[in-house]
């Protein structure tokens, strides 16, 4: 269950899982509060790029403004990957609210034709 989106040190607790239509589900967690580096500027989309590359995922979009990535041999998405949905904390990003699924054949489709996989 452990990826690089969820830190080894956090207390990460998994509440539940939802199961939706067809084979998807979503899965409800807990986290310990993060407080952001009020300071800090907001992470730039090549600090987010990065983040998800350190990550294997690679980058596409799902329309103007709108970056994700994707993990091949996961075949996992992860979307609403935008700076609002990151913050700094102790010189890190981390991520508060990305949403990871498999990718629907929408999404399947942009990947082929963008990453040509």
Not at 79 to 89: C, E, K, L, P, T
Request: hydrophobic share 40%; net charge negative.
């Amino acid at each position: 269950m452990r990826s690089g989106l969820i830190s080894n040190s956090d207390d990460f607790v998994v509440l539940g899982v939802l199961l939706r239509e067809g084979e998807r589900f979503q899965i409800v967690t807990s986290q310990p509060w993060i407080p952001e580096d009020k300071e800090s500027p907001p992470p730039t989309l090549d600090e987010i790029e990065s983040f998800f590359e350190k990550l294997k995922f690679q980058m596409f979009w799902l329309g103007p403004e709108n970056p994700a990535f994707y993990r091949e041999d996961l075949d996992l998405v992860a979307r609403d990957a935008h700076a609002g949905n990151f913050i700094r904390y102790k010189g890190r990003l981390a991520p508060i609210d990305i949403i990871l699924e498999k990718p629907n054949p929408d999404q399947r489709e942009t990947i082929g034709v963008q990453l040509g996989i």
